[in-house]
């Protein structure tokens, strides 16, 4: 299986995919850390790929979203974003706007307090 096809399984198959350096429970670069905070606080199920672990799906995802940094992030199977435009929508209320209409679950208080801390 090339690595376009793990990827677009990896994305059809989880409801929320983030392509990372490390993995939500150890991030390895600030970026990544910054978005798997986010969506760990809210409480996101999501699935994680450490890009590190791999070349082919680290190269591969910045051929296959058209973006050319990690981390990024999929929502029922559509690329959303990386760390700017996550950090954006998270502020701004759009990510929650974006998980309800997909209908994917999240802690509404703690997406208010992100915004309360940051305001």
Request: overall charge negative.
């Amino acid at each position: 299986m090339s690595a376009q096809e793990k990827i677009k399984t990896t994305v059809e198959a989880n409801d929320v995919v983030l392509y990372m350096k490390g993995t939500k429970t150890m991030p390895q670069c600030g970026f990544s850390s910054r978005v798997a905070g986010v969506l760990n606080f809210m409480g996101v199920d999501y699935a994680d790929v450490n890009v590190l672990a791999d070349e082919d799906i680290r190269s591969g995802i910045k051929e296959y979203s058209d973006w050319p940094t990690i981390p990024q992030l999929y929502v029922k199977g559509e690329f959303v974003g990386g760390c700017d435009i996550i950090t954006e929508m998270t502020l701004s209320g759009e990510l929650d706007q974006l998980f309800e209409a997909k209908g994917v679950s999240y802690d509404k208080d703690a997406a208010e307090k992100i915004r309360e801390a940051n305001a």
